[in-house]
């Protein structure tokens, strides 16, 4: 009997699925068998020896086997405590698990399980516990525990290990050979295992040695995988054909910097003396500016945006939020008005009317703007631009690949590009995000600047912060204060977070009550967050109660004073980020970062900021603690997701997978090869590349 087998069939035919797992297991974006088979373990257990009770020690980590009898669970300081007795054929230990409430509707007096915990004197009772149970298996009534190294899968509920893991092993048991995708040559040169094992044993290896192989070989096809596609991006923009001379820097740009309240620093004018060599070249230019909040980047984009008006061109300059786009409308205009340069803007406020929509998409297409600023607006297919000669895309790591070559696309020739990024991005993470754009960087900041006071202080203190607020606000200086959420919502109620609107009411109606306050947030009208941010701007309003849509480039130099709370809860970068909203100005500025998390790595994180105001270093430092994902806070890198492989701990795997897609790419010169790894491309990632796989 012979069946077809399709990767994309929905989770359900495979045995052990039932509509209410697959409906559980989609909270895991688990949809079809393709997505099951590379939902990788993010574990193993060694379950190679079985432990008799009577032989536990304290403070061994053990796996026991046994039956579970007297389930209690009492509540003691807002946590959920569930006991319970453990017995073999040898004698019985006591279980304990905290907050884990749902395990109530797991766990029956009678059944089996398989605990793995380590062994403490619990202080109540004197005797030798299982406190710290790392994970558990529902043993079947004659089922044998299962020895040897075993999977642990993230979960969620209604799917328990059990569940996951017999899921997986039918799935493999009637999954076909997998296809080779890659070239043999390519196995061998890089000693990779075949992608069928590799598929295989990363769920259920023998030994430590089959584990890593397969996880270097799903590793490598991730890596290989990403830079191929970076690489023929970059191949179809290095047509000099289809690239653009930029005449050399004429009066505009002249006039422009002597309109400047300020002279350039050695690093904007050296990194707008490269910007400006990159655009006059027939190449079309791909260059990527990282430079440290403040560290002034916007003056280098407009000079190339005066650059290519000058030379008879449209540029285009995408900002991640509307705000700053409004910004950076409106410091633009100020400046450039007067030279004649027609500036145009293009966000959801303008695109919200029929009228004022149809207007700006026309002067974009008949060349009656100059530079058009915009949001993501920018990007719609409607917006045709006469002659587009140069994209500056601000704080990059707000858009993925994809959309970043969308807006590329809108021209006849190939328009240089600029990305601008704030994020300090480390080296491993440019080859794989940005493989596709040269770097330069402004390390230099300008001059006069004070560095922001770091303090990271416990809830307890929460009352003496604002004290300090109010002294500051009084003596003429503006204040934000940051929090992780808008509203409370369901998922959240659990977290004992306070949402911005709670602490908004609770500063405006307390002890700012009669000081001018404001609160913004993401979900409000662009109308109305306009208002509330120029209210903030003029100085009018005095506390700004915000979400993070405050994180990127907002510039009001008044403002001294952040807070930000539950501090916890954001990535490293993003509170360096936020933290740079304030130390434009003359005043000495502060960044008090509120946290209750007992956890040592939060208190760690917090420290470092208090240390350093240098995004590099943070950057190192933050990575060391925890990886990429927590770094970039959530899903704002723009990165297409990797399952297995870890940009920091696979640098020298990254280098090879780079290096062998090069020669790849360059070999394969018609694509034949990479038509079959394009399937693939699409099936791992989606339209995050897909503008490679349409080709
Ligand atoms: P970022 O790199 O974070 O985007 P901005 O371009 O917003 O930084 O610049 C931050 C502030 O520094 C702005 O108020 C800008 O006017 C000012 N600035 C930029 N370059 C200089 C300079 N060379 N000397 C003095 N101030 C500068
Ligand atoms: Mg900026």
């Not at 698990?97 to 380590?118: A, D, E, H, S, T």
């Not at 991730?222 to 005449?247: A, N, P, V, Y």
């Not at 002279?263 to 230019?285: H, I, N, Y």
């Not at 895309?393 to 600029?418: C, M, N, W, Y």
Request: hydrophobic letters at 40%; charged letters at 25%; a neutral charge.
């Amino acid at each position: 009997m012979s069946f077809k087998f399709e990767f994309t069939d929905n989770v359900m035919y495979v045995k052990g699925v039932g509509p209410r797992r697959a409906a559980a297991l989609e909270k895991l974006n688990i949809f079809t068998k393709y997505d099951l088979l590379t939902h990788y373990p993010r574990a193993y257990e060694n379950h190679s020896s079985l432990t008799k009770i009577a032989d536990v020690f304290e403070g061994e980590n053990v796996l026991l086997a046994g039956k579970i009898s007297n389930i209690t669970s009492r509540e003691a300081r807002g946590l959920t405590i569930i006991n319970a007795f453990l017995e073999d054929e040898t004698g019985y230990i006591q279980l304990t698990w905290f907050n884990q409430k749902y395990l109530l509707n797991l766990l029956r007096n009678g059944m089996r399980i398989l605990v793995i915990g380590k062994a403490k004197y619990d202080s109540w009772s004197g005797r030798l516990a299982l406190n710290q149970i790392q994970s558990f298996t529902i043993l079947e009534p004659d089922e044998e525990p299962e020895l040897g190294i075993v999977p642990i899968y993230s979960l969620t509920a209604a799917i328990s290990q059990n569940v996951m893991r017999t899921a997986v092993k039918n799935l493999l048991a009637t999954m076909p050979t997998l296809t080779e995708i890659l070239p043999q040559e390519l196995l061998r040169d890089q000693n990779l295992i075949p992608l069928d094992k590799a598929a295989r044993t990363i769920h259920f290896p023998q030994d430590k040695i089959e584990l890593d192989e397969a996880r270097r070989r799903l590793a490598f096809d991730e890596l290989f995988l990403i830079q191929c596609g970076l690489m023929l991006i970059k191949r179809q923009t290095q047509d000099e054909r289809l690239g653009i001379s930029h005449k050399k820097n004429g009066k505009l740009i002249k006039a422009a910097l002597a309109k400047l309240p300020f002279d350039l620093t050695g690093d904007q004018k050296k990194v707008f003396r490269t910007v400006a060599k990159d655009m006059e070249s027939k190449l079309p230019m791909r260059r990527l500016i990282q430079g440290d909040v403040g560290s002034g980047k916007t003056v280098v984009a407009l000079l190339a945006l005066l650059k290519t008006v000058e030379s008879g061109y449209q540029g285009a300059f995408m900002a991640p939020t509307e705000i700053l786009a409004i910004q950076h409308y409106e410091k633009f205009s100020a400046l450039l008005t007067d030279l004649g340069v027609r500036i145009g803007l293009l966000s959801a406020k303008i695109t919200h009317s029929k009228k004022l929509k149809d207007e700006a998409y026309q002067k974009i297409s008949k060349h009656e703007f100059d530079i058009v600023i915009g949001t993501h607006a920018l990007i719609q297919d409607e917006v045709k631009f006469a002659k587009l000669g140069l994209v500056v895309t601000d704080e990059q790591h707000r858009f993925g690949v994809a959309q970043r070559s969308t807006l590329e696309k809108k021209a006849d020739s190939v328009p240089d590009i600029l990305v601008m990024t704030a994020t300090p991005i480390p080296r491993t993470m440019t080859l794989t995000v940005y493989g596709d754009l040269d770097v330069s960087l402004i390390k230099e900041l300008p001059p006069g600047r004070k560095p922001i006071k770091t303090e990271a202080k416990s809830l307890r203190s929460r009352k003496k912060i604002y004290d300090f607020v109010r002294a500051e606000i009084l003596a003429g200086r503006q204040a934000y204060v940051v929090c992780p959420l808008i509203e409370r919502s369901e998922s959240e109620r659990l977290a004992d977070i306070e949402p911005a609107e709670e602490i908004f009411d609770m500063l405006s109606n307390g002890i700012f009550h009669d000081i001018p306050c404001a609160l913004l947030h993401g979900k409000m009208r662009p109308r109305d967050k306009d208002e509330i941010m120029e209210k903030f701007r003029d100085g009018e309003t005095k506390l700004l109660v915000s979400t993070t849509v405050i994180e990127v480039g907002v510039d009001v130099p008044n403002a001294s004073v952040m807070v930000v709370e539950h501090a916890e809860r954001f990535g490293l970068a993003q509170l360096h980020q936020l933290r740079g909203r304030v130390g434009r100005g003359a005043a000495k500025s502060y960044c008090i970062l509120i946290s209750d998390s007992k956890a040592n790595i939060a208190k760690a994180r917090l420290e470092i900021l208090e240390k350093t105001n240098d995004g590099f270093k943070l950057a190192e430092e933050d990575l060391k603690l925890r990886g990429p994902g927590q770094f970039f806070g959530e899903a704002q890198h723009g990165l297409p997701d990797l399952k297995i492989a870890d940009v920091f701990r696979d640098v020298e795997l990254l280098i090879q997978a780079r290096d062998a897609a090069e020669k790849f790419i360059t070999d394969d010169e018609n694509l034949n090869y990479f038509a079959s790894l394009r399937k693939n491309l699409a099936l791992a990632y989606g339209d995050k590349f897909s503008q490679i796989t349409a080709n």
